[in-house]
């Protein structure tokens, strides 16, 4: 049975995993922080985080300041002396007297090879870049973004069929267990600390919906990977006529590298965005090099569909192109 007394700081799905498995291991939580209740949906019905319900349905105290620096939230810290607090995806950046609170500091569980990805989004990142690789590593929290020193890292494959939203849920699992393993080596005194190479450091923003759409001049691998960034959400979309239309599920047809035309002359290619052909399993596209087969899409306000039942229903014919004018989410 460990001695550890930890407080927890996490707030969406990524973190619940973690605080679970600190409760399997025997570890005390002495509290649990989480962002303040907000309402969420479209009838903007105020609601829990995910780690605060995690939190009641164990019975732990839940604190939810709107900002850690405020006098309230440093003195609810100080009085439950924890030694060690793990942040998971909290929300918030830690402020120098919450870093400095722990004696044996405050520990980070982050979802990249750091110092790769650091940021809001790192998993989103991982996959539209391409990369078939990514992994968790667990750090010593520092006053910068994901900057402090390494304790350990994991890694885990991307797999062709892996999506922000399936890839998120291995690496809340693996970040869970790597969490364990970290909190065992700092409590054995054997923990590592290894500085991060700041030369190698890339960043991945919080995702907006805007960062979703699809440039149909970009590359068939290239958009294979965005639509599978952007899954499950906001959704990879384009504009087809008057009408937002979510895309959430292609596949490339070729490795074409040969740039497609802009109809500009007598015998000139396809257009990027435009509807080349028909499919019992979608329609596709011409892309800025190669073609995507487009098998399912969303249009507003409606259910997914197939791409066949989009085209039956919305009146999507070849040499159509998607793309158009930018229309208000």
């Not at 066949?308 to 229309?327: A, C, H, K, M």
Request: with cysteine; glycine share 10%.
């Amino acid at each position: 049975m460990s001695t550890l007394r930890i407080v927890f700081m996490g707030t969406p799905e990524f973190s619940v995993p973690s605080l679970q498995a600190l409760v399997a291991a025997g570890y005390e939580v002495a509290g649990v922080f989480t962002q303040p209740d907000r309402p969420r949906g479209r009838g903007y019905k105020v609601t829990y985080s995910p780690v605060k319900e995690a939190a009641l349905a164990a019975g732990m105290p839940v604190y939810q300041p709107r900002r850690l620096r405020e006098p309230e939230a440093l003195a609810a810290l100080r009085a439950l002396q924890p030694d060690v607090i793990v942040v998971v995806a909290f929300g918030q950046l830690l402020p120098k007297a919450v870093l400095e609170l722990p004696p044996l500091g405050c520990v980070n569980v982050h979802a990249s090879l750091l110092p790769k990805y650091r940021g809001a989004a790192p998993i989103q990142a991982a996959i539209a870049a391409g990369e078939t690789v990514t992994g968790v590593t667990t750090m010593y929290m520092d006053e910068g973004l994901d900057t402090g020193d390494i304790i350990l890292q994991r890694a885990v494959p991307i797999e062709p069929e892996d999506d922000a939203g399936t890839l998120h849920d291995k690496l809340a699992r693996v970040g869970a267990e790597l969490l364990v393993e970290t909190l065992r080596r700092i409590e054995a005194g054997d923990a590592p600390r290894i500085p991060q190479d700041h030369t190698q450091a890339t960043y991945a923003p919080k995702v907006e919906r805007e960062h979703a759409r699809i440039d149909w001049h970009r590359g068939t691998k290239e958009l294979f990977n965005h639509v599978r960034a952007y899954r499950p959400w906001p959704g990879a979309y384009t504009v087809h006529g008057e009408r937002i239309l979510k895309v959430l599920d292609v596949a490339p047809l070729n490795d074409d590298s040969t740039p497609a035309g802009e109809r500009e002359g007598e015998g000139a290619g396809p257009a990027p965005g435009e509807v080349l052909a028909v499919t019992a399993d979608g329609f596709v596209v011409q892309t800025g090099a190669g073609r995507l087969l487009v098998r399912q899409v969303q249009p507003p306000n409606k259910q997914p569909m197939s791409g066949r039942d989009y085209v039956n229903g919305y009146r999507l014919s070849v040499g159509d192109r998607l793309g158009g004018e930018e229309l208000p989410l």
